[in-house]
């Protein structure tokens, strides 16, 4: 069984919040090589990355919806390190590309739709 925790992002190597209720999509990029009725081959792509959060526990007192909505309108990626399974930690570099944000200031939590993409980074662990 697979061991999943909470996704912590950073902005500039510091910690502002943990992503959770989240789906992380990865894809090869590979495409089929179709000659003469058959598949010949499989051309290797550019592996990509593709993560969607529905909230957002923020870190310290950080203010997570004012960091991504800055990384959203200055088009900057912002750093975010995934505990996805066993213990690998996927080191990513993500664009923000679609911000649907809802609040509930009562718990601290900023909720909504985040969908952050980029390139396939690093696996550590």
């Keep these: 069984m697979a ?6 992002v950073y902005v500039k190597n ?10 992380y999509d ?4 590979n495409e089929l090589q179709i000659g003469d009725g ?11 990355v593709q993560l969607q959060a529905s909230a957002i526990i923020p870190f310290g007192g950080s203010n997570a919806a004012r960091i991504l909505q800055d990384a959203y309108s200055n088009n900057t990626p912002i750093g975010v390190a995934a ?10 570099n993500l664009f923000v590309t679609k911000i649907n944000i809802k609040s509930e200031t009562k718990n601290g939590t900023c909720l909504g739709d985040f969908t952050l993409i980029g390139g396939a980074g690093t696996i550590v662990g």
Excluded: W
């Design 83 to 92: 505990g996805v399974i066993n213990g690998q930690i996927h080191k990513l």
């Design 26 to 29: 990865q894809e090869s990029g």
């Design 3 to 8: 061991t999943v925790r909470n996704y912590s």
């Design 38 to 48: 058959a598949v010949i081959g499989i051309s290797q792509g550019v592996k990509t």
């Design 14 to 23: 510091r910690k502002f919040g943990e992503l959770t209720g989240s789906a």
